[in-house]
């Protein structure tokens, strides 16, 4: 009995060694059991996500090397870092359906605002604002936002025209330097203009102008030669030659790139640049240049945006707002007196004493014009009353489309 006892012990006890083994430690690719992990209350808060970034897009024509794309390209960054946004920005947009689809991909990439820099972009950002409503669109210098009916689709611009005049001004005042020297006949003075295209943005813009300069110089003549192109170095530079060649005794432009300074500087002959101080390169020629401050707009659209509000359809900056600028003035090639005149000229169009279009400063076919509702594509808004040409004030693309009296358009 005591034996059959003794072997069922030593029987369980093999089997109790065979439960044990079945319960050995974890193969060496097996981590030993980690202690039981703290109740759901327990564990650490999860980081807050941080808010997605407000992105901002700018589709440009061309690239930095131009002065047009540069100047919209440096207010936007400046107006995104000013407002905390993230700024994206999109050169070389052609003025085709390329810049519906680089419109679609910004809003896509979730851009809650986007400005596209050239008028012939406008009409692929109308599209791209109908097709995307959740996003607002500006298409900077166009004009048709206000007949458009798409609530958020916008054009904005700016009273460049002033600036222009003033820049005439401080060319006037050149030429009466160079005229009191006897380098200039003061019974035969004419200046030129390198303009990009026969629109109404161009024809004002050289209109002021040449205001501003005869403002000084009254009996000033001037030529202008359209390039055809809103860039083209080549183009520009071989028109201010001609322009030269013709006898004109400073130059101004409304194209894009440094050809028509680069003319001036080799043959000696003033200029006045637009967009941007030319001084570095054309220390001997350059004198002032006007140019749009894009940043108010582009901080008022974006602040207006990220506060859930919508703004302005068709927005014109102006002197008030900070918008028209002036260069700094070459001093060395600038005439004395210079920086005083601008002064006392921009306080007078500040006043509202001084109207850059008054009617009594110029003609049309020898007539001073009291009524004008011509204007290409704007037919029907009459445009003169009170005794001035009123510009940008019922639409902020410039309709100024008038050759006036003392000024002919000439061909390469």
Request: aromatic share 10%; net charge negative; proline share 3%.
């Amino acid at each position: 009995m005591k034996k059959i006892l003794a072997l069922i012990l030593a029987l369980a006890m093999v089997f109790a060694l065979a439960a044990c083994g079945q319960a050995a430690a974890p193969a060496a690719n097996e981590a030993p059991a980690a202690e039981a992990a703290p109740a759901a209350e327990e564990a650490a808060p999860a980081a807050e996500e941080a808010a997605p970034a407000f992105k901002a897009g700018l589709l440009t024509l061309h690239d930095e090397n131009s002065g047009y794309d540069a100047n919209f390209i440096t207010a936007f960054k400046a107006a995104c870092e000013a407002v905390g946004a993230e700024a994206v920005v999109v050169s070389g947009v052609l003025e085709d359906q390329s810049a519906y689809d680089k419109a679609a991909e910004l809003a896509d990439a979730g851009c809650s605002v986007i400005f596209a820099d050239s008028y012939g972009h406008q009409s692929y950002i109308l599209q791209a604002a109908q097709d995307f409503p959740e996003v607002q669109f500006t298409s900077c210098t166009g004009d048709v936002a206000l007949s458009s009916g798409v609530a958020n689709f916008h054009n904005a611009f700016a009273n460049i025209f002033q600036g222009r005049y003033l820049a005439g001004v401080a060319a006037g005042l050149k030429i009466q330097e160079m005229i009191d020297a006897g380098t200039v006949d003061a019974e035969n003075v004419k200046v030129g203009y390198v303009g990009a295209m026969p629109y109404a943005e161009v024809i004002s813009g050289y209109t002021s102008w040449f205001l501003g300069v005869r403002s000084i110089i009254e009996n000033v003549t001037m030529d202008v030669i359209y390039t055809g192109s809103w860039y083209d170095e080549t183009l520009e530079k071989e028109s201010a030659e001609a322009l030269i060649r013709g006898g004109a005794v400073l130059v101004s432009q409304h194209a894009d790139s440094m050809g028509a300074p680069t003319a001036c500087e080799t043959a000696g002959v003033p200029n006045v640049s637009y967009n941007g101080s030319t001084q570095e390169a054309c220390p001997n020629t350059y004198i002032i240049s006007s140019r749009i401050d894009w940043q108010p707009y582009f901080e008022y659209a974006m602040k207006a945006v990220m506060a859930g509000e919508n703004y302005d359809t068709d927005w014109c900056g102006t002197l008030e707002t900070g918008s028209v600028k002036l260069t700094e003035l070459n001093e060395n090639v600038a005439a004395a007196g210079t920086a005083e005149k601008l002064a006392e000229v921009e306080a007078a169009l500040l006043d509202g004493s001084l109207k850059v279009f008054d009617t009594a400063k110029w003609t049309l076919n020898g007539e001073h014009l009291t009524t004008y509702d011509k204007v290409a594509f704007y037919e029907g808004n009459e445009c003169i009353w009170d005794g001035y040409f009123h510009e940008s004030e019922t639409r902020s693309a410039p309709y100024f489309d008038i050759i006036i009296d003392g000024i002919t358009i000439k061909t390469l």
